[in-house]
């Protein structure tokens, strides 16, 4: 199989999540999961700077945890930023085991 493009596939995910808007809160409570206040501070949502940046899964975690970090009602900032280090040790990880060649191409 080859290589797949994580944004094209987040893309496509969104794409086809969005004829859903509707059904997903019958409780009119979409926002929370639409634009969540908690992933989209200074008007950027992490997601788009995620797919802007074409980070990987495990570098769009980290980003993700870090900048929702105090920000979601019911998760503490310590856990958050722990999470998002969990991400960042286990790609610390796999570019140790390419030799430490990972380079982006800008």
Same mark, same amino acid.
Request: net charge neutral; charged share 30%.
């Given at each position: 199989?080859?290589? #797949?493009?994580?944004?094209?596939? +987040?893309?496509?995910?969104?794409?086809? %999540?969005?004829?859903?808007? !509707?059904? &997903?809160?019958?409780?009119?409570?979409?926002?929370?999961?639409?634009?969540?206040?908690?992933?989209?501070?200074?008007?950027?949502? #992490?997601?788009?700077?995620?797919? +802007?940046?074409?980070?990987?899964?495990? %570098?769009?975690?980290?980003? !993700?945890? &870090?900048?929702?970090?105090?920000?979601?009602?019911?998760?503490?900032?310590?856990?958050?930023?722990?999470?998002?280090?969990?991400?960042?040790?286990?790609?610390?990880? +796999?570019?140790?085991?390419?030799?430490?060649?990972?380079?982006?191409?800008?």
């Amino acid at each position: 199989m080859g290589c #797949v493009d994580c944004s094209d596939v +987040a893309r496509a995910v969104r794409s086809a %999540l969005t004829p859903l808007k !509707k059904e &997903v809160s019958p409780m009119g409570s979409f926002e929370k999961v639409e634009h969540p206040k908690h992933y989209s501070g200074g008007g950027i949502e #992490v997601w788009d700077a995620i797919i +802007a940046w074409d980070l990987d899964f495990l %570098l769009g975690n980290v980003v !993700k945890y &870090v900048a929702r970090a105090g920000r979601k009602p019911g998760e503490s900032a310590v856990n958050d930023l722990l999470k998002a280090r969990q991400y960042l040790d286990k790609e610390i990880e +796999a570019i140790k085991a390419k030799g430490g060649q990972n380079e982006v191409q800008m």
